[in-house]
């Protein structure tokens, strides 16, 4: 019978993710409507990191997208959701914590023997090259909201 103890570096990695999405919540909650929508790089051909909206929408968007991936890679397949341009702060936190749920769920039949995986052929690949186990996924996720957290507090800084 599978328990709690098969699931230790499970429960870590969520642990450690939710932080991240909560920590990025905790930065966004002050963030204006206009400050939201306000172009913070003028001159970035990535159109991601145009404003805080287009960079939260990526976040949001990649975040489902990881566990998507993982789902798919135990036959789970579902489609992705399209980018969500939200207006307010609240509507973004309230995404975050819709990923906190999803990834959660993708969770639930996924024990510690399965996080890692050497052989190629059973790694998790992505549309942009990359090829990962379910833990370097959820490494990457984790750090991916990290980076993103920081470039906003950058903006956050430069829009006083």
């Known amino acids: 019978m599978k328990t709690d ?3 230790r ?17 905790y930065v966004i909650v002050p963030i204006s409507n206009k400050d939201l929508a306000a172009t913070i790089d003028p001159h970035t051909s990535d159109p991601n990191g145009k404003s805080i909206r287009n960079i939260l929408a990526h976040v949001i968007g ?12 135990i036959d789970h397949a579902i489609p992705r959701p399209g980018l969500r341009h939200r207006d307010t702060a609240l ?19 996924i024990y510690d023997y ?8 059973d790694k998790i690949k992505t ?3 990359q090829s990962y186990d379910i833990e370097q996924m959820m490494e990457h996720a984790i750090v991916h909201v990290l980076r993103h957290r920081r470039q ?5 800084e430069r829009l006083c």
């Open 9 to 25: 570096a499970v429960n870590a990695i969520l642990a450690e993710y939710e932080r991240a999405l909560n920590e990025l919540q």
């Open 62 to 73: 990649s975040a489902f997208s990881y566990a998507i991936y993982i789902r798919e890679s």
């Open 5 to 7: 103890q098969n699931k």
């Open 127 to 129: 549309k942009w090259g």
């Open 114 to 121: 399965s996080l890692e995986k050497f052989d190629y052929p």
């Open 91 to 109: 509507e973004y936190i309230r995404d975050l914590d819709e990923v906190i749920v999803f990834t959660r769920d993708t969770f639930k039949t």
């Open 152 to 156: 906003i507090e950058i903006a956050k």
